[in-house]
């Protein structure tokens, strides 16, 4: 009978956890609210060496920059800051006006 309540208590955290999890998750992802959205992760995109041609992935993101240009998604846009500097900075997700 030890066991099965300690089970119980096992099952019944890792469900409030997911469902902590989805909530809060969720909240972030549907919130309209762009400033709480994460901003793009550049360092992953940038390139090992200055020789080495990166190449972004075939995926319709839009990113929109504060160079006015609208990016395919992040990778496009953080390549672009790399080889022209910090001054292009991100804006929001989705297409420039």
Do not use: Q
């Not at 955290?13 to 997911?18: C, G, Q, T």
């Not at 972030?28 to 709480?36: E, G, Q, T, Y």
């Amino acid at each position: 009978m030890r066991r099965s309540v300690c089970l119980y208590h096992v099952i019944t955290l890792s469900l409030m956890l997911s469902t902590l999890t989805h909530v809060t998750f969720s909240e972030l992802v549907s919130s309209r609210n762009p400033s709480r959205w994460p901003k793009p992760p550049c360092k992953m995109y940038y390139p090992i060496h200055p020789d080495y041609e990166a190449s972004c992935p075939d995926v319709v993101a839009f990113v929109c920059a504060t160079n006015g240009l609208t990016y395919k998604n992040e990778c496009f846009f953080c390549i672009d800051r790399w080889e022209f500097g910090p001054h292009i900075a991100f804006v929001k997700y989705g297409k420039c006006n």
